[in-house]
């Protein structure tokens, strides 16, 4: 080892905090993506993200920084407007359009004109490319407390009202019967859930968000059919694939975003191969 090479001590605090962050942070995203692949709305977190993420740009190009607290407020701001757009594009009134056609053009939408105002900016491909990959190896020890603690507090409160919150996900008509205000809850879902969308942006990009959302969820389903255990397996394989993405992302000196999404897919095709081996072959 040459003199310019760092310690396994110097690694080791460098990669503290992203690790950290891979472990722990993961779980309330899996959690949310059991709920989305459940609804239908496979989209529905990358049109948010985006939606999130051009509050960002609006800041960004009134000459506020990128990461500074008026930046979560824009995107916070732009979150709330979302979840109530989604709240009534849920149950459109005519029914003739999928709902899947009007999330993807709110994402179409929100990213072309983040684009525009970006134009605009001195450093706006820098920027673009941050909010799509973001920069996970970078994230601080503050950073990760925050986060950590909104994410339980979110969590306590799906846990709380854990059987409304299940209810109008997996029984939605038996909800609606009871007499629930369902509008209403779905707004709180995709507010809580707008509220993990935008901090993660910032943190990780809008292709991770998506990545550790959908492609955990959808491992822990190829396996089970059980709620908590999909959860503890998704929550596994994002786990495998943080770790696994910020390790080869330190080796290969790639951006971290990419290399996570990329590890994500690779279990994913292991464990659609594992559980297509495991079904017994149809009989003659």
């Not at 594009?89 to 709110?106: K, S, W, Y």
């Not at 299940?166 to 007499?179: N, P, S």
């Not at 491992?219 to 994002?238: H, K, P």
Request: with cysteine; glycine share 12%; aromatic share 10%.
């Amino acid at each position: 080892m040459n003199g310019f090479s760092p310690s396994w001590q110097e690694v080791g605090a460098l990669l503290a905090a992203p690790l950290t962050a891979a472990i722990l942070l993961p779980g309330l995203l899996v959690y949310y993506g059991l709920h989305i692949l459940r609804r239908g709305i496979i989209f529905v977190d990358l049109a948010l993200a985006q939606v999130a993420t051009l509050g960002t740009c609006v800041c960004v190009l009134l000459g506020h920084e990128a990461t500074d607290v008026h930046a979560y407020l824009w995107s916070l701001g732009f979150t709330m407007g979302g979840a109530l757009l989604f709240t009534f594009l849920r149950e459109p009134a005519h029914g003739r359009v999928p709902l899947e056609a009007l999330i993807g053009i709110v994402y179409v939408v929100a990213a072309a004109t983040s684009v525009l105002l970006l134009s605009h900016t001195p450093h706006g491909r820098e920027e673009l490319q941050k909010t799509l990959v973001g920069d996970l190896l970078t994230v601080s020890w503050p950073a990760v407390l925050r986060l950590s603690a909104l994410y339980a507090g979110i969590g306590l409160v799906h846990w709380l009202w854990r059987r409304r919150f299940i209810g109008l996900t997996f029984h939605r008509e038996a909800v609606r019967a009871a007499g629930a205000p369902v509008r209403l809850w779905d707004f709180w879902f995709y507010f809580l859930f707008g509220l993990v969308v935008t901090t993660f942006v910032h943190l990780g990009g809008v292709l991770l968000v998506f990545s550790y959302l959908i492609i955990p969820a959808v491992c822990g389903q190829l396996w089970t059919g059980s709620l908590g255990a999909a959860f503890l397996m998704g929550w596994g394989i994002a786990v495998l694939g943080g770790v696994g993405g910020l390790a080869g992302s330190y080796q290969l000196d790639v951006p971290a975003g990419a290399a996570v999404v990329c590890t994500l897919g690779l279990l994913l095709a292991i464990c659609a191969a594992a559980a297509a081996l495991r079904r017994p072959a149809p009989s003659r």
